[in-house]
Nanobody, 119 residues
Framework: QVRLVESGGGLVQAGGSLTLSCTAS????????MGWYRQSPGKQRELVAF???????NYMDPVKGRFTISRDKVKNSLTLEMSSLKLEDTAVYYC?????????????WGQGTQVTVSP
């Protein structure tokens, strides 16, 4: 079993920055790919960015150039550095880890952390 716990959410003004963290515990050695998803009220959960065990990173178009995902295998942690935040970045952000190469595979989820971007 793997447990994921997010932290770092909060309220930030548009144009500002925020860093989210996700700490993994349990049988973390089985995790291959980790990523961040987000969900806004009334919308489906969407992928934001993911990083594979080999360090390969991928970003969805809305966040390219503004968000940076990183991973510390020693600390079993995942980080999402967010800058130039926009109102539309407001959402609950979820950390996910999978055994698979594909982030969309069945995996483990954190409980989510709220990010609110104000005008």
């Amino acid at each position: 079993q793997v447990r994921l716990v997010e932290s770092g959410g909060g309220l930030v003004q548009a144009g500002g920055s925020l860093t989210l963290s996700c700490t993994a515990s349990g049988t973390t050695s089985i995790i291959n790919t980790m990523g961040w998803y987000r969900q806004s009220p009334g919308k489906q959960r969407e992928l934001v960015a993911f990083i594979r065990a080999d360090g390969d990173t991928n970003y969805m178009d809305p966040v390219k150039g503004r968000f940076t995902i990183s991973r510390d295998k020693v600390k079993n942690s995942l980080t999402l550095e967010m800058s130039s935040l926009k109102l539309e970045d407001t959402a609950v952000y979820y950390c996910k880890g999978t055994r698979d190469w594909h982030i969309a595979a069945v995996g483990y989820w954190g409980q989510g952390t709220q990010v609110t971007v104000s005008p």
